[in-house]
């Protein structure tokens, strides 16, 4: 069974303090890690996709890396309105299904 | 471009009664995705349609939900009997096809009573 573990649950940082939030899984074969954003009362807003060991992608203040055992959100001098929360999620090889499985999100406050 | 919308956006319900909730998908995506996210819960997968397949419903927690996808296109999720644990926002997700990211709309919050 494919699991996600994130951590922490949650985070405040001062404006500018750079950080990171993991994501721990375990898949029998992963076809692609998923980053995404959901701020109150809206859907999960779609980041970033990591395929493989060793990928990086980097949209604005944030970015995303893979290793064979979990990923990590480096998030560089953060901004308020970067506050939100943040879901990692897994797809794995399926049978036929293509469903991910979500961790339960790391909720980032940034303090101006 | 449109993306995912949903409706309706809230539902309130008393306990037994059966609620209809609609997903419309970003025109041209293929495969469709219902979540439910419960209080202090992840995401958690119900069900998924991808073109004319049979959908693969093995997320659906009891025989009293059902989905149904027309003409590849707009989705419903029904919930028959609600109990007060069915109390959850539902999430409808779209792609391009399976190997593409999903978006998201922005959920159906339904509270029973």
């Known amino acids: 069974e494919d699991q996600v573990t994130q951590s922490p649950e949650a985070l405040r940082l001062q404006e500018g303090e750079s950080s990171s939030l993991n994501c721990s899984y375990t898949v029998s074969g992963l076809r692609g890690l998923f980053w995404y954003r959901q701020d109150p009362g809206k859907g999960p807003e779609f980041l970033f996709t990591?395929?493989?060991a060793g990928e990086e992608k980097e949209k604005e203040r944030l970015k995303a890396t893979l290793t064979k055992k979990e990923s990590f959100l480096h998030i560089t001098a953060p901004k308020p309105e970067d506050s939100a929360t943040y879901l990692c999620?897994?797809?794995?090889?399926?049978?036929?299904?293509?469903?991910?499985?979500f961790g339960k999100g790391t909720k980032l406050s940034v303090i101006p | 471009g449109a993306g995912v919308s949903q409706s309706p956006s809230n539902k309130v319900t008393e306990k037994g009664k059966d609620v209809e909730l609609r997903c419309d998908p970003i025109?041209?995506?293929?495969?469709l995705y219902w979540y439910r996210q419960s209080l202090g819960q992840g995401l958690e997968f119900l069900i998924y349609f991808q073109g004319n397949s049979a959908p693969d419903k093995s997320g659906l927690p009891s025989d009293r939900f059902s989905a149904e996808r027309t003409g590849g296109s707009v989705s419903t999720l029904t919930i028959q009997r609600t109990q007060q644990e069915d109390s959850a926002v539902y999430l409808c997700?779209?792609?391009?096809?399976?190997?593409?990211?999903?978006?998201f709309g922005p959920g159906t919050r339904l509270t029973v009573l």
């Open positions: 999620a897994v797809q794995g090889p399926g049978a036929g299904s293509y469903q991910l499985t």
């Open positions: 025109s041209g995506h293929t495969a």
């Open positions: 990591l395929y493989s």
């Open positions: 997700a779209s792609s391009l096809t399976t190997n593409n990211e999903q978006f």
